[in-house]
């Protein structure tokens, strides 16, 4: 008995630190690719600079409206 109850210890003990493990690799993986998106964001104005001689606008007019961040929140693009 003792020793099922060390083994459900341990799995418990396991199961939090795995899950906290995963919470920041997922954090990490969310950061990353907002960035990402945000590098993307910006060859696009530059093309958009070189073509037009200003910057656009709004998202709309470099074809990226409606896009979101990683977190499901609209990107707002100030001129």
């Given at each position: 008995m003792v020793e099922l109850?060390?083994?459900?210890?341990?799995?418990g003990t396991l199961m939090a630190l795995a899950t906290s493990s995963?919470?920041?690799i997922r954090?990490?993986?969310?950061?990353t690719q907002?960035?990402?998106?945000?590098t993307k964001f910006m060859q696009t104005f530059e093309r958009y600079r070189t073509?037009?001689?200003s910057?656009?606008?709004?998202?709309?007019?470099?074809?990226l409206a409606?896009?979101?961040d990683p977190w499901g929140n609209p990107?707002?693009?100030?001129?």
């Open positions: 109850l060390l083994a459900v210890t341990v799995v995963y919470a920041q954090k990490k993986a969310l950061i907002a960035k990402v998106d945000l073509s037009n001689g910057l656009p606008l709004s998202l709309a007019d470099v074809g409606g896009q979101r990107y707002v693009y100030l001129n």
